[in-house]
T-cell receptor, first 114, second 111 residues
Framework: DAGITQSPRHKVTETGTPVTLRCHQT?????MYWYRQDPGHGLRLIHY???????DKGEVSDGYSVSRSKTEDFLLTLESATSSQTSVYFC?????????????FGDGTRLSIL | DQQVKQNSPSLSVQEGRISILNCDYT??????FLWYKKYPAEGPTFLIS?????DKNEDGRFTVFLNKSAKHLSLHIVPSQPGDSAVYFC??????????FGKGTRLHILP
């Protein structure tokens, strides 16, 4: 299994509070991704990183920011959480950007915004 | 606009029979296709992939077929086993671009 650790695994918080999710990898892969999974929507890309300090927006980036100060860590921040951000969040890593090198996923963070 | 479509939200198949999961895509620039499997409370795991230069790829019980003219791919699982009960995501990418996922199909293997 790819060495990907997401923390926390579960979190419940209130609307308007800031939330940071962490993804840590031990594979030294260049690319890291944050997805959210919602019923009826599948997996949707929030942000991704192609190197330290290099990030770009995905399909559903509004309300989210990311940072990557080290190869192994990719942080996802909800500056002011809203109920619509209740979801399961997955981190993924890959050696390259396209499908030639499949992405490997962490086990997810279940986030509930009350 | 959905570029990768899995039109069947769920599918039930008898144990031992063939499971066929379907996926359609709209972007003719896609050149690599993947299937992922997901169990509850776990992350998706890569299952099998196929390049656009092929029309079939096999790995044990799993075979993916690609029909480029119809922009359609399918995943065949033979024979289906109880452990195959999961959500299956179809995904595609175009030349070093991001992977786009479908909404998933929940497969139930019946005893």
């Amino acid at each position: 299994d790819a060495g990907i650790t997401q923390s926390p695994r579960h979190k419940v918080t209130e609307t308007g509070t800031p939330v940071t999710l962490r993804c840590h990898q031990t594979e030294n892969h260049r690319y890291m991704y944050w997805y959210r999974q919602d019923p009826g929507h599948g997996l949707r890309l929030i942000h991704y990183s192609y190197g330290v300090k290099d990030t770009d927006k995905g399909e559903v980036s509004d309300g989210y920011s990311v940072s990557r100060s080290k190869t192994e860590d990719f942080l996802l921040t909800l500056e002011s959480a809203t109920s619509s951000q209740t979801s399961v969040y997955f981190c993924a890593i890959s050696e390259s950007k396209g499908g030639y090198q499949p992405q490997h996923f962490g086990d997810g963070t279940r986030l509930s915004i009350l | 606009d959905q570029q990768v479509k899995q039109n069947s939200p769920s599918l039930s198949v008898q144990e031992g029979r063939i499971s066929i999961l379907n996926c359609d895509y709209t972007n003719s620039m896609f050149d690599y296709f993947l299937w992922y499997k997901k169990y509850p409370a776990e992350g998706p795991t890569f299952l099998i992939s196929i390049s656009s230069i092929k029309d079939k790829n096999e790995d044990g019980r799993f075979t993916v077929f690609l029909n480029k003219s119809a922009k359609h791919l399918s995943l065949h699982i033979v024979p289906s086993q109880p452990g195959d009960s999961a959500v299956y995501f179809c995904a595609a990418s175009a030349r070093d671009d991001k992977i786009i996922f479908g909404k998933g199909t929940r497969l139930h293997i019946l005893p």
